[in-house]
């Protein structure tokens, strides 16, 4: 299956070699302190739409590391990082229509208490996928471990007690592995520090994924390259906790799927929240099949794209497309993307 990538915007080209450029000075200018916690090994990225690349054809996700975990009965935490986002701000749509930082944090929860009610078949195709069975396995069968659906909602924060600061959160690891003098991995990052916060605040879970939602105007160097990452981070008892770095993708506009799904925006922010829903879901799915991509990679193909990559901004009406799920109990719909599905040899 070949990638439908049309809706490119090369007016933003700039932008995005701008980022890849500020992810190489952060590589090259990585601190040589380490911290004994916190992130792991190399991010694994969801590209812009404008530094995509093409889709691997057909080839399955297979499985990579003996052991390696998947989310069993996934569940999705999301803290809302910042004082900014308990004060307030307003934005501005292309097409001139006006929304509230609270109307963005109402979409999102909407999003993940809609995909928790069971009330949508969009994360089923990825039970398939399992641990616990051998190094190159496609099709699990009944053996191992199998990812759970759907994906439990619980719960959001809003951190004040620890600022990010504008315009630049300073996570030194957010496009490759960032190497101190001595060529060791560099694990300080700040983004992963705040993941640990959340683990603290709603609870361990080995099948949890900590969302860090980072407000307007903020974002880690590389950001306009990538969407978002998920990654790994180790807390102070040794236990591994997932993590996606969230970065306000409403301020890279169409690069991160604004107006993907919906062309029209309306009052509950469809159209101009599209990508925002498309890119955490995006990350939810893959830290369910590849909770531990840093160290201990599940589900990736032949080009290390997981499942969620080989999906990714296809147009919407041409065959696995983005659309809407939805509505739910409050008639609201929200954008995705579609997942792979090794049994159905493409996007669903």
Not at 39 to 58: K, N, R, W
Not at 232 to 250: C, E
Not at 278 to 284: K, L, S
Request: charged share 10%; proline share 5%.
């Amino acid at each position: 299956m070949s990638r439908h990538i049309s809706r490119r915007v090369t007016v933003r080209g700039s932008l995005v070699a701008v980022a890849a450029a500020i992810a190489t000075l952060a590589l090259q200018s990585a601190p040589t302190a380490a911290s004994p916690l916190g992130l792991v090994g190399t991010p694994h990225l969801m590209h812009s739409i404008g530094a995509a690349a093409a889709a691997s054809g057909q080839s399955p996700l297979t499985y990579q590391s003996a052991n390696a975990p998947v989310e069993s009965a996934p569940v999705v935490y999301l803290d809302f990082w910042g004082a900014q986002w308990q004060v307030g701000w307003t934005d501005v749509s292309n097409s001139g229509a006006t929304y509230t930082s609270n109307q963005s944090m109402q979409y999102l929860t909407g999003f993940f208490s809609y995909v928790s009610s069971g009330g949508t078949s969009w994360m089923s195709s990825q039970t398939q996928y399992c641990s616990g069975v051998a190094v190159g396995t496609v099709n699990c069968g009944g053996a191992g471990t199998h990812v759970g659906n759907p994906p439990h909602f619980g719960g959001s924060w809003i951190d004040t007690a620890s600022t990010p600061p504008p315009p630049v959160v300073p996570d030194s690891c957010a496009v490759a592995v960032c190497l101190n003098s001595s060529g060791v991995v560099q694990d300080a990052s700040l983004i992963a520090q705040e993941a640990l916060q959340a683990e603290s605040h709603f609870g361990y879970s080995a099948n949890a994924d900590y969302l860090i939602l980072l407000p307007k105007a903020t974002g880690s160097p590389g950001y306009g390259y990538y969407c978002a990452y998920h990654s790994q981070a180790v807390d102070s008892s040794g236990r591994t906790i997932s993590f996606t770095n969230m970065p306000y993708d409403l301020d890279l506009n169409t690069l991160c799927g604004q107006n993907f799904v919906n062309s029209t925006d309306n009052a509950f922010g469809n159209g101009y929240m599209d990508g925002y829903s498309i890119v955490a879901g995006h990350e939810v799915a893959e830290a369910a099949t590849d909770a531990t991509p840093s160290t201990s990679s599940a589900w990736r193909d032949s080009s290390g794209q997981e499942t969620g990559d080989k999906c990714a901004w296809i147009t919407p009406g041409t065959a696995g497309g983005s659309y809407n799920i939805g509505p739910d109990a409050a008639g609201h719909v929200y954008a995705v993307q579609t997942l792979y599905s090794n049994t159905a040899g493409g996007c669903v």
